[in-house]
């Protein structure tokens, strides 16, 4: 779920002209669109390439003989330990080089990447390539935002935003249907097949043709009109020119804004604390409900999985949007805290719907479950990421939010290893995966809706506080 940042950015930039300011003029709103296109793209093709991985888990876990703890590691926490090395530095050439190489160059890795996961050898081989997922996609966030906030007036940035939800639909839903049909194909050509010399597994070839796009991706950048970059003459600086080397280095890794935080930590902290227990959920679920769904219903294969899957994943995750809107809306009418409001309800929803997905009887209820859990989170991703932007100081709002992605992110990759754990070393018999996700489920939801109700309070009196502020 993305986080929509706003703040200096987005208003127009003024340049002085015989002592008078002068709006800068915004560039044409359809070689915006065409970015935008780029963008959602891009992102389709990035979660393309997840949730075709989350379905060859179980493949995976056969022909590498690993357990589901192994599994789970490969699965999330793998693809971020790059990330955390490396993915802020690679995202703060988004501020320096121009933006649509930037991202052109991130997407054609990330594709080249995906692909040669499908040449892996072994296991350590498959692990390498995954390394450096996380950290080849770092840039497309913040390069994408920064491109569009440049190109559209701050009306239409809502609308952009909203759109770009399309890309992260897409890929999930797509990304099962044409898994699984791949799956179902490479399973015809037998065991192992002979490719570029190599002998592989036949069902990395569907890595090799997910991974082909991405270039393609990296192309379409390349025809991406840059627009010139909109900064407003009053934006604050946290750091002045003249400070230390030492103290701009503290700044440009986020030392001021976690200073900020921690100052309202009564506010910020029970936001913070329930992303990252309902990103372990959230993010670890997707990556075995294809182990979950062929171990404990008969008769399920890739195929039927992606087929089903995909389609109601579809229709719930805009359905889910649309709602998420009108709902936040009509609370926000009602109560000055309706962003922290409807969260903490829908995170209440997806609780109660993730916790009873387990104990289906029938692997097409489950699958519904499922659908209604992304529901949910698409619903309750439009509330979440307002209130953040609407608490945050201007001029460290950028900031802010990428710590509030990186606790999405990172607790979100490790919510494969907590199941693969809880599978391997709780349960004991990794036959019995329901278990596990039940346990994850159980703990980490209504924690994460817990702390989400207990930040109404201060949430609302924060928002008042402003308010009395003029702000």
Not at 4 to 22: F, K, L, S, Y
């Amino acid at each position: 779920m993305a986080i929509a940042p706003t703040g200096p950015g987005i208003a127009a930039a003024a340049q002085e002209t015989d002592g008078q300011p002068v709006a800068q003029p915004w560039p044409s709103e359809r070689a915006g669109a065409w970015a935008l296109f780029a963008v959602i793209f891009a992102t389709f093709i990035t979660f393309l390439d997840q949730t075709a991985f989350g379905l060859l888990a179980e493949k995976m876990k056969v022909s590498f003989g690993i357990s589901d703890f192994v599994l789970g590691l490969l699965l999330g926490p793998v693809t971020v330990v790059a990330y955390v090395i490396v993915g802020i530095p690679l995202a703060r050439l988004v501020d320096i080089f121009p933006r649509k190489y930037v991202l052109s160059a991130g997407i054609a890795a990330l594709g080249t990447i995906m692909a040669l996961g499908g040449l892996a050898q072994n296991l350590w081989h498959l692990v390498a390539t995954r390394l450096f997922v996380g950290a080849s996609s770092s840039a497309n966030g913040p390069g994408s935002y920064s491109i569009l906030v440049d190109y559209f007036r701050p009306m239409r940035i809502p609308l952009v935003f909203a759109l770009l939800q399309l890309g992260f639909i897409l890929g999930n839903s797509l990304g099962n249907i044409v898994g699984g049909r791949l799956i179902r194909w490479t399973d015809t050509l037998g065991e192992t097949v002979s490719f570029l010399g190599l002998e592989i597994f036949s069902w990395q070839l569907v890595l090799l043709i997910v991974g082909t796009p991405g270039l393609l991706a990296g192309l379409l950048w390349l025809t991406v009109k840059e627009p010139p970059r909109r900064s407003p003459p009053e934006t604050k600086q946290l750091v002045p020119p003249s400070a230390p080397f030492w103290r701009k280095a503290l700044a440009f890794m986020g030392f001021d804004a976690a200073v900020a935080i921690w100052k309202r930590k009564y506010v910020f902290l029970p936001l913070f604390v329930a992303l990252a227990m309902s990103a372990i959920e959230s993010q670890g679920l997707p990556q075995f409900r294809a182990p979950f769904i062929l171990r404990t219903y008969e008769g399920w294969d890739e195929a039927q999985l992606g087929d089903l899957l995909g389609v109601l994943l579809l229709v719930a995750m805009l359905l889910g949007v649309l709602f998420g809107g009108l709902f936040v809306t009509w609370l926000g009418k009602r109560y000055k805290d309706a962003n922290i409001r409807a969260t903490a309800i829908i995170f209440t929803c997806t609780a109660a719907v993730t916790i009873a997905m387990p104990l289906m009887p029938s692997g097409e209820l489950a699958i519904a479950c499922m659908a209604l859990a992304l529901f949910f989170g698409l619903a309750g991703a439009p509330a979440q990421n307002a209130a953040i932007q609407r608490i945050v100081p201007n001029e460290m709002r950028g900031q802010v939010t990428a710590l509030y992605l990186f606790m999405f992110t990172f607790f979100g990759a490790m919510g494969p290893a907590v199941i693969g754990f809880t599978s391997t070393f709780i349960v004991g018999n990794e036959q019995e995966i329901w278990k596990a996700i039940l346990i994850t489920a159980v703990i980490f939801l209504p924690t994460a809706a817990f702390f989400m109700w207990r930040g109404i309070k201060p949430y609302r009196e924060e928002v008042e506080r402003l308010e009395a502020e003029g702000l």
